[in-house]
């Protein structure tokens, strides 16, 4: 079974702090995702990386950086916290099967900042 | 515009049929998704359909989509109270930045 873990389940940081959160599949795919998640938004993506040290901004990668620095690992960034990115982080990977792509998702990390 | 439009929430009885639906906006979408996220969880994948096929039927559901109108849902079968839920539609997309587009998600309430 594919296997998505992320760092923390609950983060509680204050405004201007910096966050990593970090993300490690075990299936050798090529594509991991971050999401966040808010009611009646859906999941808005914000950045994605279709291989090693590449990276490519979603809809919404403003206060957001990223790094894939190895192929499982892709590490979100929130350089200052502000209290509009309190949300529900969810990472996933994926790999193309012919011109099916499923994601698998980790557990989600829900990010309070105060 | 580039959204994939669902209800926010749907409540049934347990026992009756749920049927939770989609709109998408990208006529070239290839494949189209239904992933169910249960509380405190990721979103796991249900089943998905090919753009050129009417319908799919995996036990208890059933997709049905409407190519011309862009419509897309997924009927539950005898819902049961463990099938209460965030439901989401997403899209494949062959053209544009962006492979995977999800719906805003439907909340399905299951009564006992």
């Known amino acids: 079974d594919v296997k998505v873990t992320q760092s923390s389940r609950y983060l509680v940081k204050r405004t201007g702090e910096k966050v990593f959160l970090e993300c490690v599949q075990d299936m050798d795919h090529e594509n991991m995702f971050w999401y966040r998640q808010d009611p009646g938004l859906g999941l808005r993506l914000i950045y994605f990386s279709y291989d090693v040290k590449m990276k490519e901004k979603g809809d919404i990668p403003e206060g957001y950086s990223v790094s894939r620095e190895k192929k499982e690992r892709f590490s979100l960034i929130l350089e200052s916290a502000s209290t509009n990115q309190t949300s529900m982080y969810l990472c996933?990977?994926?790999?193309?099967?012919?011109?099916?792509?499923?994601?698998?998702f980790g557990p989600g990390t829900r990010l309070l900042v105060l | 515009g580039e959204d994939v439009e669902q209800s926010l929430f749907l409540s049934v009885r347990e026992g009756d049929s749920s049927v939770i639906n989609c709109t998408y906006t990208?006529?070239?979408?290839?494949?189209l998704y239904w992933y169910k996220q249960e509380p405190g969880a990721g979103l796991q994948l249900l089943t998905y359909i090919f753009s050129n096929m009417d319908m799919k039927q995996d036990q208890r559901l059933t997709v049905l989509l409407n190519k011309k109108d862009k419509h897309l849902s997924l009927r539950i079968a005898d819902t049961q109270t463990g099938d209460s839920a965030i439901y989401f539609c997403a899209e494949s997309r062959t053209s544009g930045t962006y492979k995977y587009i999800f719906g805003t998600g439907t909340r399905l309430k299951v009564l006992a």
């Open positions: 990208d006529s070239s979408s290839t494949y």
């Open positions: 996933a990977s994926s790999f193309l099967a012919g011109q099916t792509e499923t994601q698998y």
